[in-house]
């Protein structure tokens, strides 16, 4: 995988736009000057926690006697479903942040798992455990895909009001459909090496 498939690859789970909703609904009771410092607080917690991910992925899967196969077994499932709930969300509308609570959010839901989910996790193990040379190209598309989700959720007042909700939705649905291919992707990879042939 190169650094810019990678870097597409952890932005389509960071889904920016399908969150761009749910991050507003979750800041409406929060003081509007309020607002933007604790967007980027969330954002720089979730970029921190990735981080930790990327530096000490192989160390977790050497704790957990994990293998290669299982990450990405694992990794594509995990993905799938995220494609799925993109393409098909809950009726509540919830999804994986479940019910906006009261107050100033700190950490959960729009650090945890807003923007670092469990998917985006088990994808830089993945990315560092399939080849851990590349370390530094990992953490560049970590910081390429944390940017530019980043921009859209910083600016995502003024892109609600012009693209409106229909079309953000449509956005995230194809989002989501480019992610459930690359997860079976990733499962037949992990499939395909744990049986040693070739895809």
């Not at 926690?49 to 160390?59: A, D, R, Y």
């Not at 995990?78 to 906006?100: E, S, T, Y």
């Not at 003024?158 to 194809?174: H, I, N, P, Q």
Request: proline share 6%.
């Amino acid at each position: 995988m190169t650094t810019l498939s990678a870097a597409i690859l952890l932005f389509l789970i960071m889904d920016p736009l399908g969150n761009i909703p749910i991050f507003l609904s979750l800041l409406k009771d929060v003081a509007p000057k309020r607002r933007r410092h604790v967007m980027v607080r969330e954002l720089l917690i979730a970029l921190g926690v990735l981080l930790v991910f990327l530096v000490g992925g192989q160390h977790i899967l050497k704790v957990l006697q994990l293998k290669q196969e299982s990450i990405s077994i694992a990794g594509g499932i995990v993905l799938f479903l995220i494609g799925i709930r993109m393409v098909f969300p809950p009726a509540d509308g919830g999804g994986i942040f479940g019910k906006p609570g009261e107050g100033e959010p700190f950490i959960v839901p729009m650090a945890i798992p807003g923007v670092a989910g469990p998917s985006a996790m088990a994808a830089l193990l993945l990315l560092t455990n399939t080849q851990p040379g590349r370390t530094a190209d990992w953490a560049i598309a970590l910081l390429g895909a944390w940017l530019a989700t980043a921009v859209i959720l910083l600016c995502s007042t003024y892109l609600f009001r012009w693209l409106g909700e229909s079309v953000l939705t449509a956005l995230e649905r194809v989002m989501g459909m480019l992610l459930i291919a690359l997860s079976v992707q990733m499962f037949l990879s992990g499939i395909a090496a744990y049986l040693h042939l070739a895809v």
